[in-house]
């Protein structure tokens, strides 16, 4: 789960740092709409990796992007 996390975080942060969702929804190419999974990934985030965040964030080489 800690992938599927990963790449929601990422496309949030993109998002948020865009302040604009057009580029991430013109290049989705899945089923289901993309910000509100999104942001039901982020809800859950806890669920699907407890405390292990910064751990993997860090070990993807990630860790720049929390602020």
């Known amino acids: 789960m800690d992938d599927i996390w990963l790449c929601a975080y990422v496309a949030d942060v993109v998002r948020r740092q865009l302040d604009d969702e057009a580029i991430l929804v ?5 089923e289901a709409p993309l910000i509100p999974l999104i942001r ?6 806890h669920d699907l990796i407890g405390d292990e965040r ?3 964030l860090w070990y993807t080489g990630c860790a720049q992007l929390v602020k």
């Not at 013109?26 to 899945?30: A, F, H, I, L, Q």
């Not at 039901?40 to 985030?45: Q, Y």
């Open 26 to 30: 013109e290049n989705w190419d899945g």
């Open 54 to 56: 910064d751990r993997i």
């Open 40 to 45: 039901e990934v982020m809800d859950k985030e």
